[in-house]
């Protein structure tokens, strides 16, 4: 299956329906009077956020969504029917944009999560709705109201614990072919990697998720190289694993690289816990493992990992610092949630109590 992170499509809820006009004809009914009944409201256009989706594929062979109209105000009082609400089902991590690409419109994050997006049109008044004590016959119905349409973007931003950073040829498929099931394509040159990939890591009756996003080369902010399109997969990782070459002539200035691009796309990037490795160090010997590391390590002010994703090399100390990152990023994240719920209920409470004190 292609992957696919952005679409473009048109929604388009439905119209609402004709009212009916209409005069009641029944034999010894003298004086039967208006009965068209009202047209019904259209569709809504619903996002919903389901499970088993990881691409939005699906959107590239159909692009318009309309809701179905509602149904038109019949005689003997008769309304119309609702019209049916559209579904657009996404994927967990979908940003709904407005044709700009900028007003967010809906962040789908969580499956079963729903949106009503727009709304149907209102259906017309039937002739029944406007009889009164001086128009005993009206011969006036409404037709019904417009649906709202518009143009989408549809952004896709995986969900994981772990993003995998670095440059081309660092190792990144290798390593998340070795930790998990993941089948990425594995070559000897540069961009085998053409978009993300995801790999779900078990151990010990504990799981995070991994995505390895194509390399980063130098001045990828002005979209050399890949660019950094696939950097907004990484926003919502809870922590960066950067994976460095360690057959480099210059480790450092590979991490300064990357880091540099990192920081330039900015965002929740720069802000985010970053774990270093130096990969590739079974064909390396341990003088130039010091080395490397101890350049690595001065370059990033941080602690640094040796480990070789092909051999297993230091695989499995490297997996419980990136389970302890993940553990603690949860609970950061429910921690900031529990903050924004007590917030919003103390503001709430508030109204109330200025609403009472009136």
Not at 99 to 125: F, S
Not at 200 to 206: A, T, W
Request: charged share 25%; net charge negative; proline share 3%.
């Amino acid at each position: 299956m292609k992957f696919l992170d952005e679409a473009k499509i048109f929604v388009k809820s439905g119209d609402g329906g004709a009212g009916c006009m209409s005069m009641r004809r029944e034999a010894f009914v003298e004086f039967g009077g208006p009965d068209g009944g009202d047209g019904g409201r259209g569709g809504a256009i619903i996002i919903e956020c389901v499970d088993g989706l990881n691409t939005l594929i699906d959107f590239r062979y159909r692009q318009h969504f309309k809701a179905e109209r509602g149904h038109h105000g019949m005689g003997k009082d008769r309304f119309g029917a609702k019209g049916k609400d559209l579904v657009v089902r996404v994927p967990a991590g979908t940003q709904i944009l407005a044709e700009d690409k900028e007003t967010l419109l809906a962040d789908m994050t969580t499956v079963g999560q729903e949106t009503v997006l727009l709304a149907g049109g209102d259906g017309g008044h039937g002739n029944a709705r406007f009889k009164t004590s001086t128009n005993r016959a009206p011969r006036r119905a409404d037709p019904g109201y417009p649906g709202s349409e518009m143009w989408l973007w549809l952004r896709l931003k995986l969900i994981a614990d772990i993003g995998l950073v670095g440059l081309p040829n660092a190792g990144k498929s290798t390593f998340i072919s070795a930790v998990s099931r993941a089948k990425p394509k594995i070559a000897d040159y540069p961009f085998t990697t053409l978009h993300p990939n995801l790999g779900v890591i078990r151990s010990n009756n504990r799981e995070m998720v991994m995505a390895d996003v194509p390399g980063l080369i130098q001045g990828a902010h002005e979209g050399a190289g890949l660019g950094t399109r696939f950097l907004g997969h990484v926003e919502r990782c809870g922590a960066i694993l950067h994976l460095v070459d360690g057959t480099a002539d210059d480790v450092a200035e590979n991490y300064r690289i990357v880091r540099g691009e990192l920081d330039a796309y900015g965002g929740a990037l720069t802000d985010k816990q970053e774990i270093i490795a130096l990969n590739k160090c079974d064909a390396l010997i341990e003088e130039i493992i010091d080395e490397n590391v101890k350049a690595l390590s001065e370059a990033s002010g941080k602690k640094v990992y040796a480990i070789s994703g092909a051999a297993g090399m230091g695989v499995e100390s490297l997996m419980e610092v990136l389970f302890t990152a993940v553990i603690d990023a949860r609970e950061a994240e429910k921690e900031l949630a529990a903050e924004q719920f007590a917030d919003n209920v103390s503001i709430e409470d508030s109204d109330g109590d200025e609403e009472g004190a009136e």
